[in-house]
């Protein structure tokens, strides 16, 4: 049997509305100085982020989802949202 790729299921919001909604393999997020990459099965979190992008790579590779100004994430065991501000 064929085994799938770990996912997470990842919503990003802003004040517009939907930005993101969907899965994918790796979330990179901008936190302090550095990024978060937040992966299937990570530990349960709820950070600030900071000035910087939103990537996500998915089967088609890794793209940016937008720049941001600042925002909050949630990330639990296959899922990952955030409310951003650009």
């Known amino acids: 049997m064929a ?9 990003i919001l802003n004040k517009d509305g ?9 979330l990179f997020v901008p ?3 550095e990024e978060i990459a937040i992966l ?3 530990t349960p ?5 900071s000035n910087g992008k939103i990537r996500i790579k ?4 890794t793209r940016t ?5 600042s925002g ?3 990330v639990g065991e296959d899922e990952g949202s955030g409310l951003v501000d650009v």
């Open 31 to 33: 936190y302090k100085k």
């Open 40 to 42: 299937p099965l990570h």
């Open 18 to 26: 939907s930005v993101y909604n969907g899965k994918c393999q790796v």
């Open 65 to 69: 989802v937008m720049k941001i100004t």
């Open 58 to 61: 998915d089967d088609s590779g």
């Open 45 to 49: 979190i709820i950070a600030l982020l």
């Open 3 to 11: 085994r799938e790729k770990a996912s997470i299921n990842v919503k």
């Open 72 to 74: 909050i994430i949630y």
